[in-house]
């Protein structure tokens, strides 16, 4: 059987899968992701060819990469949040002369979105809006069932879309990012600021009392547990994140939105404010179709998968 | 020779072509927009009529129509601004009937964009993003030389992006709306709260004296003629231009924007303050090109030209 392996860089662990055309893992390895570009460019190397002994009777026909950062059409990380030495580093072409076969690298987020959209919850679906919610926000955009991948590759930044213009200061540079208030880093915040003002007694006492420690995680286990003032602020973050897919649903009227990251786990604590703003944001949502919004369901694989199946397509050109 | 008619249906009138495969014009018509729906039937079964005979020794293949508002894939008008009581309106199926040819209706600003990538300010290039700056704010995106119609048809409605969520309250329902901020009538608001606070003198001055009847051509007349605080007004504007693009381009990764509308007649005078601000604004500016910010080519012709063009193409499925 014709395999194509998928290796998924994440900033605590490198994943790597084996999946046929179907996208059924046939084999996975994980390792903890090295400091630095030799470090890395190593695991990789090691990895599929440890994928490729797992499934040694398969013909192994590619190897998909997904990478933090801007990565270029060529398979060039033009730069990335982990790797600040890897600068305009030729991943694609370097991986497929180490391994001999051809590789494609992109997104993390975007090959996470090519993984739920095929062979997960976006699956069966043209048109299809990913977002992951873990400490930041990000996601991809399926359109007419093609990967948006844009001029360069860089394509899917919807974290960045800005919301509050003027607002909070990103690390990307500007004020206001969707980011900024749709994500876990957004959630302590505005758990922080309940727990100062007394409104949070349940979150501020699993951080031990003391509000600096307030994270998103005291949140969602306070809001797990029935603490109501938990349950309001996830409430919030649903506002929030109604506030950039409604504009995503203005701009690509998909079929359905995938919600991943750390912070679906909280389940329909998030998604249903979620899914009630948003209804009431998108335009004209008295004459159309409710776009629903769904977890996604490759769990911490997506992206690995994603990155497996994507090496299956055929490669276009950077210009359309 | 084989050509197709574009009806672009406008607030005050309807724009029609007849227009060859290089997107070349061989006949136009005009009237004035009807009042009513059956009015505007007849007007666009007419002016049909006229463009077929006006190019009475050529094989008429299909009519293009652009309607404002959201009209789904099947052609359907499910709501529109001028045409109240045309709700839920079957216009393609009506025009086809009356007509007896192929008939594609979408939105006006999604064939203003097809227009002005087949064959204005995108042609040869694959991934636009067009931005018309009227008295509101619309657009449209192609992606890898499709036109994003999304799941519905309803894709592309990007002046309803949040920019300042829970700002300034849009027709539309929601607060803080890019259209809000980038528009002429986003123009006309920053120029009377400059003239009520003495700052617009000359601006001021073309409006009779009266801050409330100055309107963004006031600004724009005078930034012509040189006016420092008309120009200042503009380049404001265009900052506002830029935040919305800035997302827009961290979404598509465009290789061009198009600008069109009435404001784009001001030209470099917004368009140097949208591109200075556009590229302080997109993700990771250091390591990728700069995305040219361009006028549109085809002015007013822009839908009916592209509406005649998207005749042409193949009806793909409504599920990608």
């Not at 930041?136 to 509050?164: C, Q, S, Y």
């Not at 649903?238 to 897919?245: I, R």
Request: net charge negative.
């Amino acid at each position: 059987m014709a395999i194509t392996l998928g290796l998924d860089v994440g900033g605590t662990k490198v994943l790597g899968v084996a999946v046929d055309a179907g996208g059924t893992v046939r084999a996975e390895r994980r390792v903890s992701t090295p400091v630095g570009l030799d470090g890395l460019r190593r695991a990789l190397v090691e990895a599929a060819e440890a994928l490729r002994a797992d499934t040694a009777g398969d013909e192994t026909r590619a190897v998909g990469v997904g990478l933090p950062g801007l990565v270029d059409r060529q398979g060039v990380l033009r730069t990335g949040p982990h790797l600040p030495e890897a600068r305009m580093w030729p991943a694609a072409a370097e991986l497929g002369h180490a391994l001999g076969l051809p590789v494609r690298v992109d997104n993390d987020a975007n090959v996470a979105t090519w993984g739920e959209a095929r062979a997960g919850a976006g699956r069966g679906v043209g048109h299809v809006v990913m977002v992951t919610v873990g400490t930041g926000l990000g996601g991809g955009i399926v359109v007419d069932g093609t990967l948006v991948r844009g001029a360069n590759g860089f394509a899917g930044e919807i974290g960045h879309l800005p919301v509050v213009s003027g607002g909070r200061v990103c690390p990307c540079g500007q004020a206001g990012c969707w980011e900024r208030y749709a994500s876990g880093t957004a959630l302590g915040m505005l758990a922080r600021e309940a727990a100062a003002a007394g409104r949070a007694p349940a979150v501020l006492a699993r951080a031990g009392g003391s509000t600096a420690e307030v994270s998103g995680e005291h949140v969602t286990d306070a809001a797990a547990e029935g603490d109501r003032a938990a349950i309001a602020l996830l409430a919030e973050l649903g506002h929030w994140l109604a506030v950039g897919l409604a504009g995503l649903v203005d701009v690509f009227d998909p079929e359905r939105i995938v919600v991943g990251g750390g912070l679906a786990d909280a389940g329909d604590l998030l998604l249903g404010p979620t899914r009630a703003a948003l209804d009431r944001m998108v335009m004209g949502h008295d004459v159309r179709p409710s776009v629903p919004v769904v977890p996604a369901a490759l769990g911490e694989r997506a992206g690995a998968i994603g990155a497996a199946l994507l090496a299956r397509e055929p490669v276009e050109s950077a210009r359309g």
